[in-house]
């Protein structure tokens, strides 16, 4: 082992090294670690990284940090072996077939996050110094990146390497000052990597991620900041000395067993950054006095708050009970601030030695469950892994209240997947999409234009599913629009629903344009017939009722102008009376038994029935759809399932309306939001009481405080429903009501 003691002064200190790599692990783990350092070493040579530091001395700084968070022998192999397979291409063969499987599988998880590197410093660099982009959108790109960077490995132990490695570099730097790498390093880490290990849990690294990156940042600022430390370092430490005895004796006397009880280190950066968001001094801000309280029972902790509110005089507003509601990432402790007899505040954290592991550690601390499984502890170490994969989704990271924002706070880890545009942005997808999906979510006009796509350079194609971490370039006509068959869902050209939207939409809009055309041919025809080629067409609209000369275009190519008085309107005339029936063409039949008073035009004793999806009723405007041995299906026209319907048989819909007389009732759907308490449903069913309406439908949810409510009703004519939406919207803490 004498060639390996290259970064070390002798050879004890790096046999002491090695005790302090291997800790925690058994003999032949130990031995095995050994091994894997020593393979490292004969590999890197004097070979450096991007930054300038050697690989090697890199490596076995990552292995420390992984070690302090007493991660698996895997987890420290994978660390002292990370750069293995970009030097050799055999590489991941070979750590397999030497120190196994596992150890392989956390390297090449480490490999394929460093590939990210170019576009998640570009994305950061953007974000940070502004462009064309929209800063909530930049935000959103950042945030969609943190989910990638998740979403590339199937272990979390590799994100765990990513962050001591980039730990490691900053590190470096620290001790190897170079402005123009150190910046854009820093830049990314405050960005990506600090609020990664903070949502993670890994508080061990998160101070140093952020104190270091602030000190590259912000030179002068963290220098300021640690002067007004150092100034008052003595008097506080003397305070906390008197402080811990005097909270130890408190609490042996109230019986509380063995406590930890000592003042918490100071980090420049969260110290600086509550002075900014707070708007305060240095000397209001409640943590430069800080002390932890650790306990072995969890009633021991509100013990020992009683005792410390009992000391010194409670801050309003200032305590938070994260054991009672943990925090997202699942920390929980006591925190509270207290004003002592010098006027000064101090901040004071109280829990217990597990959630202290799970505060220190994070998500690290839960690997060691798997251990425990082994010994009849399933279940635990399923809970932990539920937890783990809730971790993931991110669900509360995202506060933008836009409705696109929402989109990215509800993708699930397990149920997205994260594909890179050739100008390196980042587009989240449901797992399954394919390139055509890929095109619509970038842009419409993109999805109408697809013809083909390259994913990593080679061409594929279009129903290929894409995987996370993979570039997609498409390849596009210069016009045109969409092929019939991306809407067989046989041939798996379409994945999500927006994209299928958008392409059936195209369709739609080229059936009206088809429509628009006709009509445009009728008029110019019958305004030659009468000598009348230089009519003004808008106003000849107007004078016809339409407001607008593409209505009266579809009038005349669906047979709903009259000529009769279109001709004496071209002439000059004024604006004539409606027409009898019988001068209409395609006139409308009479209504037929049974059905509601619905007529269908040009079309007479033809059975109809009411769409589910819709409700339509009395006097929504509505149309029909011809389906297969079930006559006519009566849908409102702006429905979305009847657009979907005319888009892919246009030949299929015929004009419907209501008839003089409409008999029976309707099922209407009426949708309520409130703020939930006790008698909410109670006082909006006697609405529906009085009112005399029959409720033949409920269906309530109540989450958070908020509740969402349906009932179904019967109504002979919408006419008579707006009364009740109003009395409804009365009830106290409805906040909307409307139909559906």
Request: aromatic share 8%; net charge neutral; with cysteine.
């Amino acid at each position: 082992m004498v060639s390996v003691v290259h970064s070390v002064a002798s050879q004890s200190d790096f046999e002491q090294f090695l005790v302090t790599l291997a800790a925690g692990l058994p003999a032949a783990d130990a031995a095995a670690l050994t091994r894997a350092v020593e393979y490292a070493w004969q590999s890197y040579g004097d070979r450096t990284l991007g930054s300038g530091e050697r690989i090697w001395s890199h490596a076995l700084g990552m292995a420390v940090i992984i070690a302090g968070l007493k991660l698996d022998v895997e987890s420290r192999m994978a660390a002292v072996l990370f750069a293995i397979a970009s030097i050799d291409e055999h590489g991941l063969a070979r750590i397999e077939e030497l120190f196994g499987k596992p150890a392989a599988h956390l390297v090449g998880g480490v490999s394929r996050l460093n590939k990210l590197h170019p576009i998640t410093r570009g994305v950061v660099a953007a974000n940070i110094e502004g462009g064309a982009v929209a800063p909530a959108e930049m935000k959103v790109q950042v945030e969609v990146l943190r989910k990638m960077l998740l979403a590339m490995v199937e272990d979390i132990r590799v994100v765990l390497l990513r962050l001591a490695s980039r730990t490691q570099t900053l590190r470096y730097y620290a001790a190897n000052p170079d402005d123009q790498m150190r910046f854009p390093v820093a830049r990314e880490t405050l960005e990506l990597y600090s609020p990664l290990a903070n949502r993670l849990g890994v508080w061990e690294l998160k101070w140093e991620l952020e104190d270091l990156s602030f000190r590259f940042l912000h030179p002068d600022t963290y220098r300021k900041v640690a002067r007004m430390l150092d100034e008052k370092r003595s008097e506080r430490e003397q305070f906390i000395v008197e402080a811990v005895a005097q909270v130890r004796r408190e609490l042996a006397a109230a019986g509380v067993a063995k406590p930890e009880v000592y003042g918490r280190p100071k980090h420049i950066y969260s110290i600086w950054n509550k002075m900014r968001k707070k708007g305060v001094e240095f000397s209001e801000v409640y943590d430069v006095r800080a002390l932890r309280i650790i306990v072995d029972d969890l009633k021991d902790c509100y013990t020992a708050l009683g005792i410390v509110h009992n000391l010194w005089t409670p801050i309003p507003k200032e305590f938070d009970d994260y054991i009672s509601n943990p925090k997202g990432n699942y920390y929980r402790s006591l925190h509270t601030a207290v004003r002592c007899p010098d006027g000064r505040s101090m901040e004071i954290q109280i829990r217990t030695w597990e959630m202290h592991r799970h505060a220190e550690l994070g998500v690290a601390a839960h690997w060691r469950y798997k251990e425990g499984s082994k010994r009849g502890h399933e279940d635990d170490y399923d809970e932990k892994i539920a937890w783990l994969r809730q971790l993931l989704t991110w669900k509360d990271e995202v506060t933008d209240s836009s409705d696109w924002v929402a989109h990215y706070k509800q993708a699930a880890l397990d149920e997205t997947i994260y594909v890179i545009t050739p100008q390196g942005k980042v587009v989240d997808l449901p797992q399954g999409a394919t390139p055509v999906d890929f095109a619509y979510r970038v842009h419409t006009d993109l999805g109408h234009r697809c013809r083909g796509a390259k994913v990593g350079g080679q061409l594929v194609s279009l129903n290929t599913a894409l995987e996370t971490g993979q570039q997609v370039e498409i390849i596009t006509a210069r016009q045109g629009g969409p092929s019939r068959d991306w809407l067989n869902p046989a041939l798996g050209y379409i994945h999500t629903k927006s994209a299928r939207l958008k392409a059936r939409n195209w369709f739609a809009s080229l059936a009206l344009e088809e429509t628009l055309s006709e009509g445009r041919s009728l008029i110019a025809k019958e305004l030659q017939r009468t000598g009348q080629t230089a009519a003004n067409i808008d106003e000849l609209s107007h004078k016809l009722g339409f407001s607008r000369a593409d209505d009266l275009y579809i009038a005349a190519a669906r047979g709903e102008l009259n000529q009769r008085q279109f001709q004496a309107v071209a002439r000059g005339g004024d604006i004539a009376e409606p027409p009898p029936p019988d001068e209409v063409i395609a006139r409308p039949s009479k209504p037929v038994d049974g059905n509601q008073g619905i007529l269908i035009v040009g079309i007479d004793k033809l059975l109809t029935q009411l769409a589910r999806c819709c409700k339509p009723a009395p006097p929504d405007d509505i149309q029909g759809f011809i389906t297969r041995g079930k006559g006519i299906s009566v849908h409102r026209s702006d429905c979305p399932n009847f657009a979907n319907l005319a888009a892919l048989h246009p030949e299929r819909v015929i004009e419907t309306g209501w008839g003089e007389r409409t008999t029976g009732v309707f099922a209407t759907d009426i949708i309520v939001d409130a703020h939930d308490r006790q008698g909410l449903l109670r006082d909006i069913s006697e609405i529906f009481t009085r009112e005399k309406l029959n409720v033949i439908g409920v269906n309530t949810q109540s989450k958070q405080g908020k509740a969402h409510m349906s009932f179904t009703v019967e109504v002979a004519n919408l006419n008579y429903l707006q009364r009740t939406l109003t009395l409804i919207h009365d009830v106290d803490g409805v906040v909307g009501v409307r139909r559906a």
